[in-house]
C-alpha cells in the first residue's frame, strides 16, 4: 500500500490483552513536535471517561500525543475511570517528557468495565520503547473492534508549493449514527494551519462524510475524531477562508469520506453498501429526515439483504420521517430502475429484485416539491449482525 505519511509522526502499537490476548490493542500516535489540534466528540449525553477527559483539553488546542486502546471502552466507570485516565497521561508524560496538556487518550470497546489498568502499567513502557517501530496500518489494526479490516486514508496535495500530507485512520462497524463521528478517527497532517481555520476544516469534512452514515441507529459514548497538524511541511500557514484554507478544506473532506465509506462497507454482518438519495425536499433538513428514516429502517435494510424491491417499506419510511411530502409526487428509483412513479409503484418489482444482487445499491428519492437534496451511507442488515452483537461480550 503506497501511503502518503505526514512528516514528523511516528507510531507504537502493543499488546496488553485488555480484552483477550493474541493482538496489539494499545496503540501511540506522536509528532516530534507540538500541533495544533482539532477535536469533535459523541453527542451521547452518556460520555467515556476519555471523551470527558479530551472535551476539557481540546479548548487549548495544542497536542503531541494520542494513546489509544481497543476492547475496553472506560465507559460507565464513575471516577475511577477518570483517574486511570489521568494515570495513563500521567505514565506517557513522564516517558515522553512532555507536558500532560499535549497527551489525549481514546478508548474503544466494552461499556462498563474498568480497564485493566494491572496489565496497561506493563505495556506503556514498552509502547514508549519502541515509538517508531510500528506503521500507520499496525496503528489502524490495534484499534479495531468487530472491525474486519484496517481503514486508513491518505492525501497529498501542495500548498505555497510544497508538498502536504493528510493520513486518516478509523474503526467502526457498529454503534453507527450520526451527530457527531460515529467512530474513533485520527487524522494527521504535517500542514501548518490555524487552529480556528483547522477547526472549521474539521466540522465542514464531518458533516459531510462522518455525519451522512448508518449502520444500525446507535450512536456510541465514545465517539471521537481529533485531527493534528504539526506544519512539519513548511508550508505557508493556512489561513481561514483564503485560497489555501478551500484546497485544505477540499482533501480533508475526501480522506472524511473515503473513511466513512469503508465504515459502512465494514458495518457488522453487512453485505452491501448502500447510497441513499434524497431529491428535491423542501429544505435540506427534511432531506435528511427521509434519508435517514429509509437508512435506519430496519424493514428496508432487511429486504435489500433479501433482494426483495419492497418499495412499500421504502414508503412507510418516508411517510413517517416527519419531512414535508406530498404522496403523489414522490418517484423512487433503485440502481436506476424507476419502481414507484408518483406515489404508485410501476411494476418493475421484479427487474428490480434482479438488481438488488449487486454489492452496491443506489436508492434514489425524488420528492419533487422543493430544491433541497441530501446524500446517506448505510447498509443491509443481515443474520450476521444478530450474531455478532448477540456475542460481543463473550
Known amino acids: 500500500m503506497n501511503l502518503a505519511i505526514p512528516k514528523g509522526f511516528l507510531f507504537s502499537t502493543t499488546e496488553a490483552s485488555i480484552k483477550k490476548p493474541g493482538r496489539p490493542d494499545l496503540a501511540l500516535i506522536y509528532s516530534d513536535t507540538a500541533c495544533v489540534i482539532s477535536g469533535m466528540f459523541t453527542t451521547n449525553?452518556?460520555?467515556?471517561?476519555?471523551?470527558?477527559?479530551?472535551?476539557?483539553?481540546?479548548?487549548?488546542?495544542?497536542?503531541?500525543?494520542?494513546?489509544?486502546?481497543?476492547?475496553?471502552?472506560?465507559?460507565?466507570?464513575?471516577?475511577?475511570?477518570?483517574?486511570?485516565?489521568?494515570?495513563?497521561?500521567?505514565?506517557?508524560?513522564?516517558?515522553?517528557?512532555?507536558?500532560?496538556?499535549?497527551?489525549?487518550?481514546?478508548?474503544?470497546?466494552?461499556?462498563?468495565?474498568?480497564?485493566?489498568?494491572?496489565?496497561?502499567?506493563?505495556?506503556?513502557?514498552?509502547?514508549?520503547?519502541?515509538?517508531?517501530?510500528?506503521?500507520?496500518?499496525?496503528?489502524?489494526?490495534?484499534i479495531m473492534t468487530t472491525d474486519t479490516f484496517p481503514k486508513i486514508v491518505t492525501k497529498q496535495i501542495r500548498i505555497s508549493e510544497k508538498a502536504i500530507k493528510i493520513a486518516g485512520i478509523c474503526k467502526g462497524a457498529g454503534m453507527i449514527h450520526p451527530k457527531m463521528a460515529t467512530m474513533l478517527c485520527f487524522i494527521m497532517t504535517d500542514a501548518d494551519i490555524e487552529k480556528v481555520a483547522l477547526d472549521t476544516s474539521l466540522r465542514t469534512a464531518v458533516a459531510q462524510s462522518f455525519n451522512r452514515i448508518t449502520v444500525d441507529g446507535d450512536m456510541s459514548t465514545n465517539d471521537t475524531v481529533l485531527a493534528m497538524a504539526n506544519g512539519r511541511s513548511e508550508s505557508s500557514k493556512i489561513e481561514l477562508f483564503s485560497e489555501d484554507f478551500r484546497v485544505f478544506t477540499s482533501a480533508l473532506r475526501e480522506v472524511t469520506y473515503e473513511l466513512s465509506k469503508l465504515i459502512i462497507e465494514d458495518g457488522e454482518g453487512a453485505k452491501k453498501l448502500i447510497k441513499v438519495e434524497v431529491l428535491n425536499a423542501s429544505t435540506e433538513r427534511d432531506a435528511e429526515k427521509i434519508a435517514f428514516s429509509i437508512a435506519n429502517s430496519m424493514l428496508?435494510?432487511?429486504?435489500?439483504?433479501?433482494?426483495?424491491?419492497?418499495?412499500?417499506?421504502?414508503?412507510?419510511?418516508?411517510?413517517?420521517?416527519?419531512?414535508?411530502?406530498?404522496?403523489?409526487?414522490?418517484?423512487?428509483?433503485?440502481?436506476?430502475?424507476?419502481?414507484?412513479?408518483?406515489?404508485?409503484?410501476?411494476?418493475?418489482?421484479?427487474?428490480?429484485?434482479?438488481?438488488?444482487?449487486?454489492?452496491?445499491?443506489?436508492?434514489?428519492?425524488?420528492?419533487?416539491?422543493?430544491?433541497?437534496?441530501?446524500?446517506?451511507?448505510?447498509?443491509?442488515?443481515?443474520?450476521?449482525?444478530?450474531?455478532?452483537?448477540?456475542?460481543?461480550?463473550?
Request: charged letters at 25%; aromatic letters at 4%; glycine letters at 10%.
Open 45 to 142: 449525553r452518556i460520555k467515556a471517561a476519555p471523551v470527558k477527559h479530551n472535551i476539557k483539553k481540546i479548548k487549548k488546542g495544542l497536542a503531541q500525543a494520542i494513546v489509544v486502546n481497543s476492547g475496553n471502552a472506560n465507559a460507565c466507570t464513575g471516577k475511577q475511570g477518570l483517574k486511570d485516565v489521568a494515570e495513563i497521561v500521567k505514565m506517557v508524560g513522564n516517558l515522553l517528557k512532555l507536558d500532560p496538556e499535549l497527551i489525549y487518550v481514546c478508548s474503544t470497546g466494552v461499556i462498563g468495565i474498568p480497564l485493566p489498568m494491572d496489565r496497561i502499567r506493563q505495556r506503556i513502557p514498552i509502547l514508549v520503547k519502541d515509538l517508531g517501530s510500528s506503521t500507520i496500518e499496525d496503528v489502524a489494526k490495534a
Open 300 to 394: 428496508v435494510k432487511t429486504a435489500l439483504y433479501g433482494n426483495d424491491a419492497n418499495w412499500g417499506r421504502i414508503m412507510a419510511a418516508i411517510g413517517y420521517s416527519g419531512g414535508k411530502i406530498r404522496e403523489h409526487k414522490i418517484d423512487i428509483y433503485l440502481n436506476g430502475l424507476k419502481i414507484v412513479e408518483k406515489g404508485i409503484g410501476t411494476g418493475r418489482d421484479l427487474e428490480a429484485n434482479e438488481a438488488l444482487k449487486n454489492r452496491e445499491i443506489f436508492l434514489k428519492v425524488d420528492l419533487n416539491i422543493g430544491s433541497a437534496s441530501t446524500k446517506v451511507l448505510t447498509c443491509d442488515l443481515s443474520e450476521d449482525y444478530i450474531k455478532i452483537n448477540a456475542e460481543y461480550r463473550s
